[in-house]
């Protein structure tokens, strides 16, 4: 039997893994319906806050490279929920915008937050409390304190500028 520091059963990592999990097929029945996928729909949520971003823009929050997000974001633009566009002051920036189609689902979209609440089985207080826990962690893990800022040096990667 391994010591209980490698038990999958006792791996933060992995609770959070699943829960990660379970988010994504709860969201399900409401994404389906209309043909988004969960990563999709987190783009039409940082649109809400913010239209019109460059493709850098929009990836920072969501912690996606442009190699990541342009397939998808093509697969939205076919789909009808946003527009890829140039920029106007330089050509090499896409700017993303939400169509009609990506705004008007903003209303639809207002009841999940609520069913994912009663799902999780956590009140508005518990929710909240673990979801700023979770942000703490996942800062820590970024190596940035909860604010954004550095939380100090961290480890040294090994790769070709390590190894001249």
Known sequence: MPPP???????????IY????????AYRPFLDP???????????????ERDGQTVRELGAPLFLDSGTLTPMLKRMEAAG??????????GRVVRVTLTAKGQAFRSRARAIPAAMMCASNLDLAGLTALR????????????????GESAGPRPKRRGAASRK
């Open 81 to 90: 929920w946003i527009r890829r566009r140039p920029d106007a002051a330089d």
């Open 34 to 48: 209309v043909g988004l996928t969960y990563p999709q729909y987190l783009v039409l949520l940082e649109l809400w």
């Open 132 to 147: 700023n826990k979770v942000k703490r962690v996942a800062a820590a893990l970024r190596g940035k304190s909860s604010d």
């Open 5 to 15: 520091e490698q038990l999958l059963d006792n791996q933060l990592c992995f609770a």
């Open 18 to 25: 699943a829960a990660a999990h379970g988010f994504v097929q």
